[in-house]
DNA sequence: TTGACATTATAACTACTGTTATATATAATA
DNA sequence: TATTATATATAACAGTAGTTATAATGTCAA
């Protein structure tokens, strides 16, 4: 009794999501997406209720990439792969970074500092003396550790977005990033449950 | 043989300033300041070209109020103070911020680092025995060691800026500095001009 | 084949943008 | 005082945005 739709929702938020890739966020607009689609706009306001629920739809497989990014074994470590993945992202999906954490920020989900810890940990098994270290570090100063890692990744993937740092090639991003980690890492042992635990005053 | 004018060029600028402070930079147009203002647009065609250079004008002014921050004496050290000014103007002024660098990016200066690392040596200077140590580490060390600093400077900065991180005590964000900053010249001292100067592949 | 209905295209509405042409008012000059 | 240059106001132009009313199209069911 009706009509098979000739544009389907997958379509559609993937014409949008080349839009941003190639453009940037700025660069979507219900007729910019429909010509990609080389349609009318219609197609697209019969699949999503306003422009809005486009965008968090965008949100959503955009943060799917990233999490692709983040997934995938660069090295042995989990944590430094996840930082490492952050990173390329934000190197090569330019306008997919910015988007997401630049141009329309939404607040950064609790989650990403709390999965960040998990794998640390999951990394730093009981094998390692970094591990058994690190396990009678304060609670306190394992999430510290945590964060001041989450921090420097952030700074540098921005960095790298802008343009301010060209890293080309993966080994400097990694070098970067062990290196940073090392220095935290080294630092808390020393410091272990010292300065770290009164954090708020 | 003419009317003096009775909107000056700096009652503009501020007037889109605070614009861009209470809502962002999206909420500036030739109208909305001419509403703050209360006048018609033509006061501001006829001390600006375009909006593009209102803009322009809008980042020096910015950056000067940044300047400021970084400026101020918060601590005896010159790189902590810069630090610091820094993420303070990403907390304090968070819609100015976020037009420097989030919204409406330009290409990051050069000086940026070079500034750092200058009064990061005016700080530790010959006296203290950190100084010394620095001294000896080769340059390649030295300007990691700024840098390194500045990348978790920056993601401090955009974390608290986002939201993500709720550091209101001025005291809380001086820790977070000097000990990521301790970790880095730390690491640096015992490193020195070892995995760092190989910088690129 | 015809009727009903979903999908799509066209075009319009409203609201906003930067910019500018025109008109008005005002103050300094001759 | 009359003239003239300038500042400002009003209003318009062209372009874009989101959204939607209307019309055309095509497919399925009877």
Known sequence: MNQPSVYSYSQIIDAALELIREQGWSAVSARAVAKKLGSSTMPIYSHVRSIEEL???LRIKAQGLLKEFQQRQYTEHTLLNLAFGYVAFARDEKNLFRFLYLERPEKLNPEDTSVMKESFFAEFGENSAEG?????MQESGQEALVQYTWIFTHGLAMLVNSGAFDLNSDKAILRFLMNAGEAFYLWGINKAG??????DD
Chains 1, 2 share one sequence.
């Open 194 to 199: 010292d300065d770290l635990e009164n954090k």
């Open 55 to 57: 965008e968090k739809e």
């Open 132 to 136: 058994k270290a690190l396990k009678e």
